[in-house]
């Protein structure tokens, strides 16, 4: 037992890291899939136009190019949120496809 209470147990953790980036797809519905791909779109779309915005202002604490990157890695990283679930729900299709076999 830690000092503020219970401590977690690495499953408790791990699911909780999850839940944090939208990854918990096995108690998601194909609905609850889709809006974590909706929410991941406006991230990206906000991201990129940020970088637009934020170059010159960026450009007094942190190098443009630098700023840049740091706003594609993280347009990268939302797309890759999208591309796990995008695949769940193809496994999901193709299981129901293999069950009517």
């Known amino acids: ?31 609850k899939i889709k809006e974590k791909n909706a929410k991941n779109l406006h991230q990206i779309a906000e991201d990129l136009f940020l970088s637009g915005l934020n170059k010159f202002g ?10 840049a990157k740091v706003q594609y890695l993280s347009a990268i990283f939302e797309s ?15 299981m129901k496809i293999a069950d009517k076999k």
Do not use: C, V, W
């Open 1 to 31: 037992m830690g000092i503020f209470g219970k401590s977690k147990s690495n499953e408790e953790k791990q699911k909780e890291l999850f839940e944090k980036y939208g990854l918990d797809i096995d108690s998601y519905d194909d609905q």
């Open 58 to 67: 960026m450009g007094l604490t942190m190098s443009i190019p630098d700023h």
């Open 80 to 94: 890759n949120l999208i591309i796990i679930r995008q695949n769940e729900l193809i496994l999901r299709a193709l």
